[in-house]
């Protein structure tokens, strides 16, 4: 069978290898290239060098989209791993009846998809919320920003929950064990014993939400469109409104220079991410 394997394993690989080839590689490349030229079609693309990213650094729009992008994500990460965490603690407890159906609720919305939860918030928000009969959520970048973090906070909660779970079912009970043993508190057992076995589940769980974090989009979308003036737009949807939205061909490369910076910024904060928490993991 290993014989067969070794000689035979570049067929099975093939058509995975070309999906990711034709699907991501060459796209990549490709938008990669745009990102340095001007464009409205991209087989008639005018190679303008740099000048697209200095144009992107430049637009005002984009850099109050990356630092509110940046604060939106660190409270989100913090948020969705801190209420997850405690959840799943809640949720592993042997005299806690009904974990079952609890679960299911907490995990249901993240089976929504994304545009229809920024509507749903959009409309329980703003007919709570209105002010002087307008919307709320189009008059006011704290309440966009805030309006943002509760509807991912309700959506993800429930996914990390779950790989929280996971996570703490496969600490070796004769850890734990030998903790009540030697009388340790259950604050004393969270520190000391839980949270350095969930290390490999903080790790993924980290991953997820900073990177969800960064690449926000349908939900900023749906739910304040960028409103007021761009105040509420995240890094995802100025690229879009860059990309479709301002007329001229300049501005759909500036829109791809964005992109790239948008790529390789999520890439850079997600492998540091990955390398200090791996760090920290503990072999069991």
């Known amino acids: 069978m290993g014989k067969v394997l070794r ?28 990102s340095f030229c001007e464009f409205k079609v991209i087989n008639k693309a005018k190679f303008v060098g740099l000048s697209n990213y200095v144009a992107a650094f430049q637009d005002e729009q984009f850099v109050h989209a990356f630092w509110l992008t940046a604060l939106f994500a660190l409270v989100v990460t913090v948020l969705v791993n801190a209420i997850a965490l405690a959840i799943a603690l809640a949720l592993t407890r042997s005299r806690l009846g009904g974990t079952n159906v609890f679960r299911t609720v907490f995990f249901m919305p993240n089976l929504i998809g994304g545009i229809v939860l920024g509507y749903i918030w959009n409309i329980l928000i ?3 919320l209105s002010v002087a009969g307008q919307q709320l959520l189009a008059l006011n970048t704290t309440a966009g920003f805030w309006g943002l973090v509760i509807l991912t906070l309700w959506q993800q909660v429930g996914y990390m929950m779950i790989i929280y779970i996971a996570g703490l079912q496969s600490i070796p009970s004769d850890y734990l064990e030998a903790a009540k043993v030697d009388g340790a508190t259950a604050w004393q057992t969270l520190w000391k014993v839980k949270i350095p076995n969930l290390m490999p589940t903080i790790t993924i769980c980290l991953f997820l939400t900073i990177t969800n974090g960064f690449k926000l989009f349908d939900q900023n979308l749906a739910l ?9 737009e ?11 939205s301002r007329v001229g061909a300049k501005w759909m490369g500036i829109g791809q220079a964005k992109a790239v910076i948008f790529c390789v910024l999520v890439i850079a904060i997600a492998l540091v991410q990955l390398k200090i928490t791996k ?3 503990v072999q069991q």
């Not at 000689?7 to 490349?29: D, E, H, K, N, Q």
């Open 279 to 281: 760090s920290k993991e």
């Open 126 to 128: 703003n007919a709570v």
């Open 234 to 244: 995240l890094l995802a949807l100025n690229i879009y409104n860059t990309f479709y």
């Open 7 to 34: 000689r035979w394993w570049p067929l099975f690989v093939l058509p995975c290898a070309l999906s990711f080839t034709f699907g991501f590689i060459i796209p990549f490349v490709q938008g990669a290239y745009l």
């Open 224 to 232: 304040t469109g960028g409103d007021p003036n761009h105040m509420s």
